[in-house]
């Protein structure tokens, strides 16, 4: 398999790569976007007529006959702020909303999460712990709902404002990693009789929401959705040119653990300018193989790729850090998971009223839960604190989120929302108080059906009409300045970096962009 090209790509710059983003309609109060065939370089921006404002549905359909875009089915709606008709197509029809479908879950996240929270991702220690150093028992990695530990996306720069030129080596890909093992060795801990174990409870073990492609499982845009998350849930791989037609070619993985296996076959090999790498992993499985090849004229070849199982991979990190810290680590890896099992019917119970909402909506009050049950037939062994990383607020990683219309983020969003109201830390809540959220904000209950919080299922389905009336109402709300601040700017940074370059749209455009499939 190979990734499909991104239709949101952005040329290289000092930004993290935009990943490939799910859409279908119009990108919100702008045009469609290229199709995945299209190169990634930026298009020659339409010079439009300059005609009266009365005149829209004219300039509409003269840009819908083009041929090149005629047999698409387009939706369209054009309202005042006050939510006047001033143009629509097929406004009551739904869509594929794709990616677009951020706007919602992040809509919903400034309204019902404090955008000051952090999360907290803890080592602890379960058993007896000597005055010696020694514990008797298990050292757990606890996720606590942070998308961005250990990130490389975080925190977001527009390109605008690159970074600093610094002569000092880049941050290692596992720096959260080494702070926690720094943090468990200065506590004086010297050895663990037991395992390191990945837990990831916080959240419902639901790693794919339903109707994720098959296909978008091996990229990193298509990584698992975990409590415990660890480099965005992927790994960055780079395939590089040797001696010219050479039968090898250099892998090299960031972060650099032992985690997927081969085999790994590529050559380099000067035919015709481009690469041709082929990579192939089944669900589940860690055998990863890696084959073609690379020319020199082309450069190296990069590719994400997701993270089987974050909470083991987090694990490993552990443990290996602790190792290079001198902690004698005698068990193995494990994970510990949290699976309610439960086979009630899905989308009716995202649909169910949540009570007293209209009374809790703006309040950021705090759940009383603090992580899911794990049963188990032993006694729960004492429990020590040994190190903790706070994450950056939600606030800013809906920034990001928006920006670079990173999935994982936005369906761990979903997840803390349903955490920070509810006992049952679950997709399937996280979607009730969003669709609760949207009726609040005054959407028709017929106009929406989420199965995700990114976009990325295919059972997902919008209206234009809904679109239109969250940007309505959330030009009204306290939160609006942050949540139009996360949208990406024409010409200017994120999925439209590239697009929209010349005046008048340049820095006038905020929209949320995506692509899935052939919907647009």
Same mark, same amino acid.
């Given at each position: 398999a190979q990734p499909p090209p991104a239709g949101d790509a952005t040329p290289?710059?000092?930004?993290?790569?935009?990943?490939?983003?799910?859409?279908?309609?119009?990108?919100?109060?702008?045009?469609?976007?290229?199709?995945?065939?299209?190169?990634?370089?930026?298009? !020659?921006?339409?010079?439009? @007529?300059?005609?009266?404002? &009365?005149?829209? %549905? *004219?300039?509409? #359909? /003269?840009?819908?006959?083009?041929?090149?875009?005629?047999?698409?089915?387009?939706?369209?709606?054009?309202?005042?702020?006050?939510?006047?008709?001033?143009?629509?197509?097929?406004?009551?029809?739904?869509?594929q909303p794709a990616s677009n479908t951020k706007l919602f879950t992040t809509a919903a996240a400034l309204a019902l999460l404090d955008p000051d929270v952090h999360f907290v991702t803890k080592v602890i220690a379960e058993g007896?712990?000597?005055?010696?150093?020694?514990?008797?028992?298990?050292?757990?990695?606890?996720?606590?709902?942070?998308a961005n530990f250990a990130s490389q996306l975080?925190?977001?720069? !527009?390109?605008?404002?690159? @970074?600093?030129?610094?002569? &000092?080596?880049? %941050? *290692?890909?596992? #720096? /959260?990693?080494d702070e926690l093992a720094d943090q468990v060795v200065a506590k004086g801990l010297k050895s663990v009789d037991g395992d390191v174990i990945g837990d990831d409870t916080y959240f419902a073990l639901d790693p794919y929401p339903q109707d994720w492609a098959q296909d978008d499982l091996l990229w990193g845009y298509g990584a698992p959705i975990s409590a415990l998350t660890i480099h965005d849930n992927q790994i960055d791989v780079t395939v590089t040119p040797t001696a010219q037609d050479s039968l090898t070619a250099g892998i090299r993985f960031n972060p650099d653990l032992p985690y997927y296996t081969g085999p790994w076959s590529v050559r380099t090999w000067d035919v015709g300018d481009g690469n041709s790498v082929l990579f192939e992993r089944a669900p589940g499985s860690k055998d990863l193989?890696?084959?073609?090849?690379?020319?020199?004229?082309?450069?190296?070849?990069?590719?994400?790729?997701?993270?089987?199982?974050?909470?083991?991979?987090?694990?490993?990190?552990?443990?290996?850090?602790?190792?290079?810290?001198?902690?004698?680590?005698?068990?193995?890896?494990?994970?510990?998971?949290?699976d309610p099992k439960n086979s009630a019917p899905f989308l009716p119970a995202t649909r169910q009223p949540v009570p007293f909402f209209n009374r809790i909506v703006g309040q950021h009050m705090e759940?009383?839960?603090?992580?899911?049950?794990?049963?188990?037939?032993?006694?729960?062994?004492?429990?020590?604190?040994?190190?903790?990383?706070?994450?950056?607020?939600?606030?800013?990683?809906?920034?990001?989120?928006?920006?670079?219309?990173?999935?994982?983020?936005a369906e761990i969003l979903l997840r803390n929302i349903a955490a920070a109201h509810d006992c049952e830390h679950t997709l399937r809540r996280g979607l009730q108080w969003e669709h609760e959220f949207l009726l609040y904000a005054g959407l028709d209950p017929n106009d929406f059906v989420f199965f995700d919080g990114s976009g990325l299922s295919n059972h997902d389905l919008v209206t234009p009409r809904a679109t239109a009336k969250l940007l309505q109402f959330a030009a009204t709300q306290p939160w609006f300045a942050d949540w139009k601040a996360s949208l990406p700017v024409a010409g200017e940074d994120g999925t439209l970096e590239s697009r929209f370059p010349n005046p008048p749209l340049?820095?006038?455009?905020?929209?949320?962009?995506?692509?899935?499939g052939e919907a647009r």
């Open positions: 290289p710059s000092t930004q993290p790569p935009v990943q490939p983003d799910s859409q279908a309609a119009p990108g919100v109060l702008g045009p469609s976007e290229p199709s995945p065939s299209e190169p990634s370089s930026p298009a !020659p921006t339409p010079s439009l @007529p300059d005609l009266p404002p &009365a005149s829209l %549905p *004219a300039q509409i #359909a /003269a840009l819908l006959d083009d041929p090149a875009v005629s047999r698409a089915h387009w939706g369209i709606m054009v309202t005042s702020l006050d939510g006047a008709l001033i143009y629509g197509l097929n406004q009551t029809q739904l869509f007896t712990l000597t005055r010696k150093g020694e514990l008797h028992g298990d050292l757990v990695l606890q996720g606590g709902g942070d975080f925190p977001y720069v !527009p390109p605008s404002k690159p @970074p600093a030129q610094s002569s &000092a080596a880049p %941050p *290692a890909p596992l #720096a /959260a990693i193989s890696i084959t073609g090849r690379v020319a020199t004229k082309a450069g190296p070849e990069r590719e994400e790729l997701a993270i089987d199982n974050p909470a083991e991979y987090a694990a490993i990190a552990l443990k290996t850090a602790l190792i290079a810290r001198g902690v004698q680590v005698k068990g193995g890896v494990r994970t510990r998971h949290w759940s009383e839960c603090v992580a899911q049950p794990v049963l188990s037939a032993t006694p729960t062994p004492q429990a020590t604190t040994l190190a903790t990383h706070t994450s950056p607020p939600v606030a800013q990683d809906i920034v990001l989120t928006n920006k670079l219309s990173q999935n994982l983020h340049k820095d006038h455009l905020f929209a949320k962009t995506g692509t899935l």
